[in-house]
């Protein structure tokens, strides 16, 4: 009987979505200030969809809504100030009409567009956004940017009634622990860390490793000026088996969140395709981003904007400084820095067309960016004299950056998001930028 309740629940509130494909211009910047308390319960409401298609297009598939526990977000300012990520959504009072709340993100999904499989077949994969729950009803809208006009196109929307019963609450439970705790929830970044391939006698490893990753993200700027806003909280949830698949080795463990290495066949990609476990987890503590540190000294991690990231817990080498790289693109989506020798084309990076990512730019829409960090005698682009060393190098627009040689330009010879080095002046900046929105 359940079962059929269900079904017949999904089947009314599909009645209600629609797919709209007409290109519209999101509002971003203009929107007014929103009073928070008129129109949120002070909780967080999550709402689960499978976003499907192939190279060519996408869909969405809702799965269900869920009210977790308190809101982590800033209360000030509920509309994303930034044009970041490939993926935006967006809440509308149903009454007033009024845009409410606004977020952008990446997915796997977007990732996959890409692979070779995604021209020569259709998947879907599971998603999930949270927001802060309204106390009326709402509309959900989804948006993505055009392959390659890169403007946004709306996708999707649904009405969403506050009073429906078959809104679930967060039931799976585990225990959550302080790592660093800087200032109080509503005006401070609130990370979330996770376990994943730890067994239930590897709590003292699994948190032992949250207090190095606290440390590697604090011994870097601009982090380290910022600690005072940041709070760092860990989830202990174990596995049944240690450690993390590594399908191209022919082995599957039976963890968590279902970590893996070889995503989309690349042997250091090392993701899930399981988001919705990874929100039942981090459910446990307040939180606006996801790390999730595996149970292996394997080389190799991922990170997506606003989605998760994701590294390896056993401090080997260069391990630690990975976390903060993905780190770097969970966070905010800041772009890979470095170059692939040869590389002349990415479909990531479409010739005239701005990045919107805020450490590269094709120097088509470079205003807003770093053009005003750089004296105007800085000649571009700007190259590295030979012999000099990081005492001479100045801000301006070095060419290579996000994949490519040519056509492309980063602020500052090496970087983090380069070659695992300080963060360069440019991405410190940015990141400074968006903690003060995450914070406000
Ligand atoms: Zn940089």
Request: with cysteine; proline share 4%; aromatic share 14%.
């Amino acid at each position: 009987m359940k079962k059929i309740f269900s079904f017949l629940a999904l089947f009314f509130m599909l009645l209600s979505c629609s797919t709209n494909k007409t290109t519209i211009t999101a509002r971003t910047q203009s929107e007014p200030e929103i009073e928070y308390d008129n129109f949120f319960t002070g909780n967080t409401m999550r709402y689960d969809f499978h976003h499907a298609g192939n190279n060519l297009y996408e869909e969405y598939y809702f799965d269900r809504v869920i009210r977790e526990g308190i809101w982590a977000g800033s209360e000030a300012l509920l509309i994303n100030p930034f044009d970041y990520g490939e993926q935006m959504f967006r809440i509308i009072d149903s009454e007033s009409g009024k845009v409410i709340y606004k977020n952008n993100y990446c997915t796997l999904f977007n990732e996959w567009q890409t692979t070779p499989e995604a021209a020569a077949t259709k998947r879907s994969f599971p998603e999930s956004v949270i927001f802060p729950e309204p106390k009326g009803n709402f509309i959900i809208e989804f948006f993505a940017r055009n392959k390659k006009s890169k403007e946004w196109e709306k996708k999707y929307s649904q009405n969403v009634d506050v009073s429906d019963f078959n809104i679930q609450k967060s039931l799976v439970k585990y225990e959550a622990c302080d790592i660093h705790i800087g200032g109080d929830i509503a005006h401070s970044l609130d990370i979330v860390l996770l376990p994943d391939g730890f067994t239930a006698e590897e709590k003292e490893k699994f948190l032992a490793s949250c207090r190095m990753w606290s440390d590697a993200l604090f011994s870097y700027e601009p982090f380290t000026q910022n600690r005072h806003r940041i709070n760092i909280r860990a989830v202990w949830a174990p596995s049944l088996e240690k450690g993390i698949s590594k399908p191209g080795n022919g082995k599957w463990v039976n963890n968590l969140m279902g970590t893996r290495f070889f995503t989309f066949n690349s042997e250091r990609y090392q993701m899930t395709e399981e988001f919705q476990k990874v929100r039942d987890v981090a459910a446990n503590a307040p939180y606006e981003s996801i790390f999730i540190l595996t149970n292996t000294d394997k080389y190799g991690g991922g990170g997506i904007y606003n989605f998760y990231g994701l590294g390896s817990a056993g401090k080997t080498g260069r391990t630690g400084e990975v976390y903060v790289h993905e780190f770097g693109h969970s966070l905010m989506g800041l772009g890979d820095e470095y170059i692939e020798k040869g590389n002349t084309v990415s479909a990531l990076y479409p010739e005239g067309k701005e990045p919107w990512e805020a450490n590269l730019t094709r120097l088509v829409k470079f205003e807003g960016k770093w053009e005003n960090m750089i004296d105007k005698s800085t000649p571009t682009p700007t190259v590295v004299a030979e012999g000099s060393t990081e005492k001479d190098w100045v801000i301006g627009t070095y060419e290579g950056g996000g994949y490519l040689e040519k056509g492309i330009y980063r602020g500052w010879p090496e970087c983090m998001m380069k070659a695992l080095t300080d963060f360069c002046p440019v991405c410190q900046k940015a990141i400074s930028r968006y903690l003060d929105y995450l914070c406000k």
